[in-house]
T-cell receptor
Framework: DTAVSQTPKYLVTQMGNDKSIKCEQN?????MYWYKQDSKKFLKIMFS???????INETVPNRFSPKSPDKAHLNLHINSLELGDSAVYFC?????????????FGEGSRLTVL | SQKIEQNSEALNIQEGKTATLTCNYT??????LQWYRQDPGRGPVFLLL?????KEKRKERLKVTFDTTLKQSLFHITASQPADSATYLC???????????FGKGTSLLVTP
């Protein structure tokens, strides 16, 4: 069984559209994250949720809205997509705060905005 | 501002040699430092965690050092193999403790 799974793996869409990426973890972890990896491969934290509560929002435009229906799921909805949103988005989870334990990453969702 | 710096140049070494990757940081007071491996098209995979009071940590052919005075970690792969070719990421907990911030990674290529 995949520990952290995200769908879709690939997403190609037009500017201005709205899209969602889903993430589920079956590790029983309390904390989940969204990271963005741009074309220069820089992996940057976007959001962190602990037990369904938002604890980090790293100056991400409010077009990005995470939703955590339960602690095993953290979805990412993006409104009014822009060219600069093209990137690979990684979901991750950890048992404790990320400094004290390893992060488990999904395989990534590659978003291409045309 | 907080920075995590890794060698931006790719590291090419011959099979059997020791690869050494560097991670330097500024404006962090990390309690932990982590190393991850990322293969093309895949998510990062955790390798090692070292605490601030640990000078060195080993796991099989991997060795990590952590010098909080120099604000530096070194990551060594001994007896390197072509299968070790990947990008290696250094990561530190943010000062808030809730996020893990990553360096840009160093690409390692091990040739037979």
């Amino acid at each position: 069984d995949t520990a952290v799974s995200q769908t879709p793996k690939y997403l190609v869409t037009q500017m201005g559209n709205d899209k969602s990426i889903k993430c589920e973890q079956n590790l029983g972890h309390d904390t989940m994250y969204w990271y963005k990896q741009d074309s220069k491969k820089f992996l940057k934290i976007m959001f962190s949720y602990n037990n369904k509560e938002l604890i980090i929002n790293e100056t991400v435009p409010n077009r990005f809205s995470p939703k955590s229906p339960d602690k095993a799921h953290l979805n990412l909805h993006i409104n009014s997509l822009e060219l600069g949103d093209s990137a690979v988005y990684f979901c991750a989870s950890s048992q404790a705060g990320s400094g004290t334990g390893e992060l488990f990453f999904g395989e990534g969702s590659r978003l291409t905005v045309l | 501002s907080q920075k995590i710096e890794q060698n931006s140049e790719a590291l090419n070494i011959q099979e059997g040699k020791t690869a050494t990757l560097t991670c330097n940081y500024t404006n962090y007071s990390p309690a932990y430092l982590q190393w991850y491996r990322q293969d093309p098209g895949r998510g990062p995979v955790f390798l090692l965690l070292i605490r601030e009071n640990e000078k060195e940590k080993r796991k099989e052919r991997l060795k990590v050092t952590f010098d909080t005075t120099l604000k530096q970690s070194l990551f060594h792969i001994t007896a390197s193999q072509p299968a070790d070719s990947a990008t290696y990421l250094c990561a530190l907990n943010s000062n808030s403790g809730y996020a893990l911030n990553f360096g840009k990674g160093t690409s390692l290529l091990v040739t037979p």
